[in-house]
């Protein structure tokens, strides 16, 4: 074809190409600042001003009754026997503005709950049984029964949380494992459209959903991944958890293994070569995003401590080759004489899988797992009992930071789903009860903080300026502050003891701490825990 | 010089290397490539312990081994299940999975021992086999491969919904524990830092003894021959009594069990994964060693799966913190490489393999005719604007979440789009379509983020990042048949997945937000309604584009490629640069909907793109419809709609038995529905109009200067009324059978049809015992579908069979075969990829276990034809036509014949070889055997019969004495005695010097018997009875001509001069050669042709006359010599080249395009005189496409009409009959206007008469175009009337050349190819 030819017939489409090229280049579709500012939404200001003729909520500290008929008074909270429970409130009247935000209307505030699906549920059954982490149905029995109770005990300025469940479109381990990303997305519109001020899924919440709940600028409780500060904050006002982050959690490891590990002999393995070694560190991460970070995170803590680990491995979770995965990291860890693995992932089902190959493999070096919200899921005595009875050579050499259990009937949350649950009503399993108290009791504290203008900026606000708990709660010592959306603050360091009785459901057992049960709070890790001897585990004295 | 030319064929014969020769020289080449490959091991091992960051200990390897073997047992599989029925199975590692589950399942929850739990496991797989083949494969034995392809992923996803629901069917408390599955056995060793158990021993033993017992099962024993065989040609297998269908579940129960022994010895190494899908990752690697293994090798893939093991255990051991992302992207760098290292290998062999694997039925379009009339135009319109109005205002009443369902649909429908230009067009699989999404997504992601780019140009960067990348990708895959693209595909999505889209290695290309864009700072796309129009209006561009594309000389060029490759190559198209368009559109689509699809999650989070989502837009695809866009976005809709509205099992099940009833019951998707419905309308709406009236307007409305000469258009027309003829012929009744007492078979009032139409009229025949019956008539005749009707193949609809006083209409061709009805079909009859000596084996199945009857028949089926012992141990694909048919013959020996039907044994082959087969008949006769033999060739039938059958339009027009026929001048005035005297004519133009051929050579008698061996002239007699000017319309060769061009009269003996170095020729080929293995197939031949001269090249099967044509066209490289055109050196350059420099071919079966309409196939043709071929200009409709197609449509036209194909011009090719597919190709020839043209026995396949228009035919295109020709023909009349000179070809030498009637009276030619025998001479006459 001539040049002459080529200009002739393709003109049109030159001058066209040429034109779009121009103006789409100089009309951009997302101006820099809009790309930018939404990264940065959402600030927590501590002075926000009402909307004119909302009538305020009460100065703090101011006294007379709450709606439940308490008395305030200095010291006394909401919910006068809980120790996680907001300041008191006394009861409130007037105009509370009406629907200050997507979800909430005069009387009432909307809250939506995803059940759990999933192909693989199966599965995950085969691998953590149902009796251990509930069903739906058991979710929203004891949600709505924690809500019923707290709509009663809270100050919500003339509204009622009002819940409202919906069958996802997302399969929630292909979500954790990358897929069902559009199914997610439509299940954070499905609850936009139910009128969701905030999603209480608990643990059926992945980071996808959690991510495209916040795109949809609505509130979520995320509770089964880790994420450090830098990447909750990326998603205010939209994000909380419970905790720990991994920024906690690395604290509370790093200080453990820099402190009371490194250079001393790896005496709680099993292997009797490991025991008089001394200790040489491994790290275990799931390759996820998140993780890659906190697992970076750790180590730089690590090396604070002149810490540097001599293997790490990371493996996906999927499950076709998550098995040779599995087994070459376990053998690059034997290879490599590691003493003392730090499992450094949440999911509830990798640990065990580990430990089983590890004592397939003849290897029983210590374990130190991560801590969070679920403890790595070792907190749990009928969880760790169902990993005992998988790899009971491995789980008498592990440790993890954590808060140890009390008797579940003494506890807040069992108490709270006795007086909201009709009588023949089926909680959720002891393990899981927490997981649907603990965020439930933070929306409502936070709510009742934001005073009558609800919104997810005064939610944020009010959630950054709740009172720290009171001691030796169910979840440890809970903190709140600037830029805080994961309150936990305190563990105790905890080891697997067979032939202890748990304390939860009385059977043999459990987990037993460290130190006669001293707390340590994540930020003062490093000062907190003794230097230079061993830790008090495992009927040692330190 | 007789005795000197005798000589040298001999040493030509002798060149053939000898079976003992080959067998040695093959097992040293064997040894020296495992030798080396054992060093390259050993190196390799070597530098991964120096180099790699973790060395690779021999534990590790050990390990790398186990696991290898472990996925060998899934390759084993998947090359046994391709091996015989010619699919990958997608389905083999689910069965596996399935299988393994099982096992766990008896142990963790019934509490069973590993040994009471592996039978049982093992029993499951085994079963599962064999249901697959009983309820899916047996259902759509008949369907392409492509569909029986894509219903193993429907299969895979039945059994992942099997194994999801598996655990809560059986209880999920019994599950809790799988750490009690293991081989109960204490034993184990340490090997560097791996322990070494039982489990691991047990795999080491097992799958070793697994691969030597399968290559023996299926090298060494009757079944495993007989299930090889039965791939090759299922319908040959089945006449042969081989019982083809419990051979199918055979290779099923086998390929399943495999796969249940891998998966069962894994779980205990390895866990299991109870209750979930294994999916498409699994299959990675053991396809990977699949590929590499050529899909057929056992040895070479188990080597490969060892070889992959290792090194996917050396990078996990290195490289710990990223092993799946590198583990994924060194596979696929392996398969790459791999490929581009692989050559590309074509032998006739393998050609039998491709065909029409994977051509899929498009959409009938409207024809051309219905298009002027009014109410199809309004329809035309008014259907897509009714659909528009609908999605574009039904939204408006929808909520959020709907619309972003729908918006996620429109996206996926992009997806479908974009696999319909690759698989539905192209014929290519992608089994990694979502990773170009992905790869288009991340693309998108970071130019919004990073470089805050406007959308619509960050989506069309993405979608030439997608271009590009599957340019990237198709480049070495493409060069080879489509299962290797699926491979590639798959390798590729995997890391692309893992680590291309992962933001721990590429953060800044994987944003994990990307806020929605502001449209022109008015429509929000964080609004669903807004978005959904955007990608509503993208999922139109590329409808837009894609239907563009379809319908320019872009989309005819990929559609051709994929139906002939060879034939789109011979019109100047280049295969490789079609399907490269073809996928680099598909890509760019595919990248486009990634940008939008990002945008939608608003960010790249990991995991996203997992190939399973590739399998998961495949199944759209499929299920809406391969041929159409508008099919596939309706798959789209459903699978998507399935996936949104489903969980867990239901899922899969939904999926897989949606995707399996449509393919067993709609093959061509649900979109086809719809065109169904249209084309109901649009016939009712044609049937109230004047068609005829229509038709004149569309003619004189064309713009066309193309015409062709008067002769050629009486030819044409007269070959299509010749066409005409046979399918309007008055029909007749039966006569005879009921005269015949004790036939030993009969057929009774049978009635037959194909499809809706009907074949079979009410025939009634007979044939006696020990009688050789010859059943004659014109193509079409219902000749075959008799034979069909007697040998079992097709069921008739009404009427009896009786076989020696039994009805067996009922029978099975096996049961037929049982009782000595033996069928030898025409043409190919043999099992290509099986040796000759196992095809006599093969043969030799009813009576398997009579070792000494077996042997006595090989040796006697060798003793009668000498030259298949000497290929002995060669692929039967490789013999020559002559010698497969003589192999067809031979295994019918082993048979224990009572009555064998013989269809076209003439059909194809040199005069030569049909005399000695004509022999060998006769000698089958007088032992006894009943034969009746189906001919298009009276002189055949002439000679071997003394009864012969006339069909004609399904009905039998005559029975009674082969030398009665003569006598009904009603049937066969204008067909066999005109054709027949002029074979007589031939025969005496051989032996007297009388002129060759002439359509007023009368004469009537036949040539007796007695004439046998004479009128062989001497040397003395050449150039006698050369015909004069006048007969041929131009000056004869003279001996002045002979010679041109020939390197080596030497040899010849005759000292012919090469051609004078200032004489310019059209064509001209020097000394080439080419040998195949060993056998030489062309040997230093020359040869040279004027403008307008015309060569005919004659020769025995297996001469090398293909071969030569394929060095001059490009198909094949020689190892020496050069091929000019026009005086250029060509030798260098692609067929494609060639084709544009003015080479034209038509191949020998006449096939072209089989599944494109004749106007298109035509459009085709004129490749060379498109003007705009730019398919980025075809699809975006630019105004000089516009004029160009306009040109190209109107020259079809024109020329469908000059050549009275005008009726012709929306059917398929493949509806078309013989006859009429030859004129079309010949009008293919007029459209390409070559210089050059090879014709490879263009007879072939069509009646007598028929053939002699043909003649007139060529010869008016070759007045016409004034181009030179080459003519490859077994009918000695046509190309004695046709050429002006002649060479005769043997052994892959030429060993005469002059003038036709020099030629034919040369003893050689003689010798070598006409023989002496009197019958065979007559016999020359068209196949």
Request: glycine share 10%.
């Amino acid at each position: 074809m001539t040049v002459k030819k080529v200009v002739v017939r393709y003109l049109p489409f030159t001058i066209f190409i040429v034109a779009l090229v121009l103006v789409l280049s100089f009309v951009p579709s997302i101006s820099k600042s809009t790309s930018s500012a939404s990264n940065s939404s959402g600030t927590g200001s501590s002075n926000l001003s009402l909307p004119p003729g909302v009538t305020p909520q009460l100065p703090s500290g101011s006294k007379g009754l709450t709606v439940a008929g308490v008395k305030c008074a200095p010291g006394v909270r909401q919910i006068p026997w809980s120790k996680y429970a907001p300041e008191c409130e006394p009861a409130w009247h007037g105009n509370n503005g009406g629907a200050t935000a997507p979800g909430v209307t005069g009387s009432t505030i909307t809250i939506t709950y995803r059940e759990f699906v999933s192909t693989d549920l199966s599965e995950i059954y085969s691998l953590l049984p149902k009796q251990i982490i509930g069903t739906n149905s058991e979710a929203v029995t004891t949600l709505k029964a924690d809500i019923k109770v707290f709509n009663k005990y809270f100050e919500l300025y003339g509204r009622h949380v009002v819940l409202k469940s919906f069958t996802g479109k997302g399969d929630l381990i292909q979500e954790m494992t990358g897929g069902d990303q559009a199914q997610a997305e439509a299940d954070a519109v499905t609850a936009k459209s139910l009128g969701a001020f905030a999603d209480m899924s608990l643990a059926d919440t992945s980071e996808f959903y959690t991510s495209a709940l916040a795109d949809q600028h609505v509130i979520a409780f995320p509770l089964l991944y880790l994420q450090n500060r830098a990447a909750y904050r990326q998603e205010e006002p939209y994000i909380y958890t419970p905790g720990p982050d991994c920024d906690s959690a690395n604290e509370a490891i790093a200080a453990t293994v820099g402190n009371a590990m490194k250079g001393l002999p790896a005496v709680f393995a099993g292997d009797p070569q490991l025991k008089t070694k001394t200790r040489t560190f491994g790290i275990i991460y799931n390759d996820n995003p998140y993780a890659q970070t906190c697992e970076s995170d750790l180590v730089n803590s690590l090396k604070t401590y002149n810490v540097s680990p001599a293997k790490v491995g990371s493996f996906n979770f999927t499950p076709q080759n998550l098995p040779e995965q599995i087994i070459n990291i376990i053998e690059q860890m034997k290879a490599a004489g590691i003493t003392t693995i730090i499992f450094a992932d949440e999911d509830p089902v990798s640990p065990g899988l580990f430990m089983q190959q590890a004592q397939a493999d003849n290897y029983h070096p210590e374990w130190l797992f991560l801590p969070s919200f679920t403890g790595g899921n070792i907190d749990a005595d009928a969880l760790n009992r169902h990993f005992a009875s998988e790899a009971p050579q491995e789980m008498s050499h592990v440790i993890v930071p954590g808060i140890a259990s009390s008797k579940a009937s003494s506890q807040e949350d069992y108490k709270v789903f006795k007086l909201g649950a009709p009588p023949k009503a089926k909680p959720l399993p002891t393990y899981s009860l927490g997981w649907a108290y603990a965020p439930v009791m933070l929306l409502f504290s936070a709510i009742q903080q934001a005073g009558p203008d609800l919104t997810p900026t005064t939610f944020e606000n009010a959630f950054h300026h709740l009172t720290d708990s009171a001691p030796n709660g169910m979840f440890g010592q809970w903190n709140f502050g600037p830029n805080i959306v994961d309150p936990a603050a305190s563990f105790q360091l905890l080891w697997w003891d067979p032939n202890a009785i748990s304390n939860q459901d009385g059977l043999k057992g459990a987990m037993e701490p460290c130190f006669s049960g001293k707390q340590f709070l994540f930020a003062k890790a490093r000062q907190q825990i003794p230097v230079g001897s061993q830790l008090a585990c495992f009927g040692s004295n330190g | 010089m007789r005795a000197r030319k005798e000589l040298i064929l001999t040493e030509r014969t002798l060149s053939y290397r000898t079976l003992t020769d080959r067998t040695l020289t093959d097992r040293k080449r064997l040894a020296s490539n495992w030798g080396i490959a054992a060093i390259c091991v050993v190196v390799v091992w070597v530098m991964a312990g120096h180099f790699m960051p973790g060395g690779l200990p021999f534990g590790i390897s050990l390990q790398g081994l186990v696991y290898g073997a472990l996925n060998a047992m899934t390759a084993m599989g998947l090359i046994l299940i391709y091996r015989s029925t010619r699919i990958i199975n997608f389905a083999q590692a689910e069965i596996g999975g399935l299988c393994a589950s099982f096992s766990v399942i008896m142990v963790s929850g019934s509490h069973l021992t590993y040994f009471e739990a592996v039978p049982i496991g093992l029993v499951v797989g085994l079963a599962t086999g064999a249901l697959v083949d009983l309820i899916f494969m047996r259902r759509l034995a008949n369907a392409p491969r492509l569909i029986v392809t894509v219903a193993t992923i429907g299969i895979a996803q039945l059994l992942g919904a099997i194994e999801l629901a598996l655990p809560s069917l059986y209880g999920n408390g019994g599950l809790s524990s799988v750490s009690n599955f293991h081989f109960p056995s204490a034993v184990s060793f340490h090997l560097g830092p791996v322990l070494f158990k039982s489990d691991e021993i047990v795999v080491m033993v097992v799958v070793p003894i697994m691969l030597v017992a399968l290559w023996w099962f299926l090298g060494r024993t009757d079944v495993g021959i007989a299930i090889r065989g039965s791939a090759d040609a299922k319908d040959r297998a089945t006449l042969l009594g081989i019982p083809v269908k419990k051979l199918s579940m055979i290779s099923w129960i086998v390929a399943a069990g495999l796969s249940a022994v891998g998966s069962i010895l894994t779980v205990p190494i390895q866990g299991a994964n109870v209750g979930s899908v294994v999916g498409p990752e699994a299959l990675l690697l053991p396809l990977a060693a699949a590929v590499i293994g050529g899909m057929e090798n056992l040895s070479v893939a188990f080597a490969a799966s060892l070889g992959l093991g290792v090194f996917e255990e050396a990078i996990r051991w290195s490289y710990p913190q990223s092993q799946t992302a590198a583990v994924d992207v060194g596979a696929f760098v392996v398969i790459l490489v791999a490929l581009l290292v692989r050559r590309r290998r074509r032998q006739r062999a393998d050609e039998i393999e491709l065909g029409d694997v994977y051509n899929v039925r498009e959409i009938r379009p409207i024809p051309v005719l219905a298009k002027e009339l009014f109410e199809i135009k309004l329809l035309r319109y008014l259907v897509p604007s009714i659909v528009l109005a609908l999605v574009v205002f039904l939204p408006l009443i929808a909520s959020d979440s709907r619309i972003l369902l729908i918006s996620d649909m429109a996206i996926y429908g992009i997806i479908a789009v974009s696999l319909v230009v690759l698989t539905g067009w192209a014929g290519q699989i992608s089994l990694g379509q979502f990773a170009f999404v992905g790869v288009g997504g991340a693309t998108t992601g970071a130019l919004l983020v990073h470089d805050h780019l406007n959308i619509f140009l960050a989506l069309i960067i993405a979608g030439i990042v997608g271009a590009l990348g599957a340019m990237v990708i198709g480049l070495p895959a493409l060069r080879f048949p489509g299962l290797y693209l699926a491979a590639a595909t798959l390798a590729f999505a995997v890391p692309v997945n893992t680590y291309l889209l992962s933001s721990k290695y590429f953060p800044t290309l994987n944003p994990s937000y990307i806020p929605r864009p502001l449209l022109v700072k008015r429509f929000d796309l964080n609004h669903p309604l807004d978005f959904y129009y955007l990608c509503l209006g993208v999922l139109v561009v590329a409808f837009y584009l894609a239907y563009n594309l379809r319908r320019s000389r872009a989309g005819r060029a990929v559609v051709a490629v994929r139906d002939n490759d060879k034939a789109a190559s011979a019109y100047g198209i280049s295969p490789l640069r079609s399907k490269l368009v073809a996928f680099a559109v598909s890509g760019a689509l595919a990248g486009a909907a990634g940008g939008l699809y990002v945008v939608g999650l608003q960010g790249i989070q990991f995991g996203g793109f997992d190939p399973e989502l590739s399998i998961v837009v495949f199944t759209m695809v499929v299920v809406g419809g391969l041929g159409t866009p508008l099919g596939a976005v309706l798959g789209a809709a459903y699978v998507y709609g399935i996936q949104y509205w489903l969980h867990g099992a239901w899922v899969y099940l939904a999926s897989s038995t949606g995707l399996l009833l449509v393919l067993m019951i709609i093959p061509e998707g649900i979109g086809s529905q719809f065109y169904k419905l249209r084309d109901l309308v649009v016939r009712q709406i044609i049937k109230r109009h004047d068609i005829q009236s229509i038709r004149g307007k569309v003619v004189s409305q064309l713009d066309s200067d193309l015409k062709v000469s008067e002769a050629t258009h009486r030819a044409a027309i007269r070959l299509g009324a010749l066409e005409d003829l046979e399918l309007s012929a008055p029909s007749a009744h039966g006569v005879g059978a009921s005269e015949i007492e004790n036939p030993l078979i009969k057929c009774e009032s049978i009635t037959g049809f194909y499809g809706e139409t009907q074949v079979l009229f009410d025939i009634d025949c007979a044939v006696a015992p020990g009688e050789v019956v010859a059943l004659l008539g014109t193509n079409g005749a219902g000749k075959s579908t008799l034979l069909k009707v007697m040998n079992g193949l097709i069921v008739p609809k009404s009427g009896k069979v009786i076989f020696a006083g039994e009805d067996i209409t009922s029978w099975t061709p096996q049961q037929r075969a049982k009782v000595g009805l033996v069928t030898v079909p025409g043409g190919r009859g043999v099992f290509p990829s099986l040796t000759v000596e196992e095809n006599l084996r093969l043969a030799g199945w009813l009576n398997r276990h009579d070792k000494k009857f077996i042997e006595d028949s090989i040796r006697k089926a060798l003793d009668l034809f000498p030259s298949l012992e000497k290929r002995f141990a060669t692929r039967a694909g490789l013999l020559s036509g002559g010698e497969q048919q003589m192999l067809t013959i031979g295994q019918a020996m082993l048979c224990k014949p009572k009555l064998m039907l013989i269809d076209e044994l003439s059909m194809g082959l040199a005069p030569a070889v049909v005399g000695e087969l004509l022999r060998v008949v006769r000698t089958l006769a007088d032992s006894g055997v009943t034969v009746m033999v189906v001919e298009q060739s009276v002189n055949v039938a002439t000679v071997i019969s003394k009864r012969a059958l006339f069909m004609e339009r399904g009905r039998i027009r005559f029975s009674g004495p082969t030398p009665s026929l003569a006598q009904q001048p009603e049937l066969l005035k204008s067909v066999f005695l005109r054709a027949a005297s002029k074979a007589r004519k031939a025969r005496s133009a051989v032996s007297n010097g009388a002129a060759v051929g002439g359509h007023d050579a009368g004469g009537q008698d036949v040539a007796g018997p007695d004439k046998l061996g004479k009128g062989v002239a001497g040397p003395d007699k050449l150039g006698q009875g050369v015909a004069g000017p006048d007969k041929l319309g131009k000056g004869v060769a003279g001996p002045d001509k002979l010679g041109k061009g020939v390197a080596g009269p030497d040899k010849l003996g005759q000292g012919v001069a090469g051609p004078a170095l200032d004489e310019k020729f059209s064509l001209e080929v020097q000394n080439v050669s080419k040998s195949y293995g060993g056998v030489i197939a062309v040997s230093d031949v020359s040869i040279s042709l004027k403008e307008g001269e015309i060569l005919g090249v004659i020769g025995s099967n297996g001469a090398g006359k293909t071969t030569l044509f394929d060095i001059c066209s490009g198909f094949v490289v020689p190892d020496r010599g050069k091929v000019f055109i026009d005086g250029r050196d060509v030798t260098n350059l692609g067929p494609n080249w060639r084709a544009r420099n003015g080479l034209g071919r038509v191949f020998q079966e006449s096939r072209i395009f089989p599944s494109m309409t004749v106007s298109e196939a035509l459009a085709v043709a004129f490749e060379t005189h498109v003007d705009v071929k730019d398919p980025l200009a075809s699809m975006l409709r630019l105004g000089a496409v516009i004029d160009s197609e306009k040109v190209i449509k109107d020259k079809c036209q024109a020329l469908l009409e000059q050549l009275g194909l005008g009726r012709w011009h929306d059917s398929y090719v493949a509806e078309l009959s013989t006859g009429t597919r030859r004129i079309l190709e010949l009008g293919c020839v007029m459209a390409h206007d070559p210089k050059v043209l090879l014709l490879d026995e263009p007879s072939a396949g069509i009646a007598q008469r028929e053939s002699e228009a043909l003649s007139e035919l060529l010869r008016g295109i070759a007045d016409q175009t004034r181009a030179s020709m080459v003519i490859i023909e077994h009918d000695v009349p046509l190309v004695s009337s046709v050429a002006d000179h002649l060479v005769c070809m043997h052994l892959g030498e030429i060993i005469s050349r002059g003038s036709t009637a020099e030629v034919l009276n040369d003893p050689l030619v003689v010798d070598a190819y006409l023989g002496r025998d009197e019958e065979t001479l007559v016999s020359a006459g068209p196949a």
